[in-house]
């Protein structure tokens, strides 16, 4: 069995414990905002890659509904006010807006396209745009932190010299 330990670093040098204390202070603050960031490229990427909606001026379009928030484990994603996070998701039943549970977006739809639907929940499937534009989305934030230029890269970069 074996057990962790730990390292303390007891110093009067000054730029050890301001370099220390930096890093603890500003990790957790830089690391949100770059949490903050990439959601908003997965953000862009979904927008970019959302289906036309017939009437653009409308205030339900997905591409207006697509919001960065603060969760829980750090920032996600969602559609409409109310939220469910966009993803690739698996065949599920959804609220479709005509029963207790609120869906402007999905009520609008059903009934532009197909009138006369007044169940409470409809069954939605993965869509492709979604799946794509994830996986772009994937391959520009990776591209992003491995350029270096990210506010944390910089930081630590800051505590070297």
Do not use: C
Request: no cysteine; proline share 6%; charged share 25%.
């Amino acid at each position: 069995m074996s057990k962790l330990m730990g390292i303390n670093i007891e110093t009067n040098m000054p730029l050890v414990r301001d370099r220390a204390g930096r890093f603890v202070t500003h990790v957790p603050k830089v690391s949100e905002e770059q949490a903050e960031h990439i959601a908003k490229i997965f953000a862009e990427k979904l927008s970019a890659g959302s289906p036309p909606w017939p009437e653009s001026s409308s205030s339900l379009t997905i591409k207006k509904s697509l919001k960065v928030v603060k969760t829980e484990k750090g920032y996600g994603v969602t559609l409409v006010e109310h939220g469910f996070f966009v993803n690739a998701m698996k065949t599920h039943a959804a609220p479709s807006g005509f029963g207790e549970t609120e869906n402007p977006v999905m009520k609008s739809w059903l009934e532009q396209y197909r009138p006369g639907y007044e169940l409470p929940w409809i069954w939605v499937k993965k869509k492709p745009w979604i799946t794509k534009s994830l996986q772009e989305g994937t391959a520009v934030m990776r591209e992003y932190v491995k350029s270096g230029k990210t506010e944390l890269s910089k930081f630590l970069k800051s505590l070297g010299g």
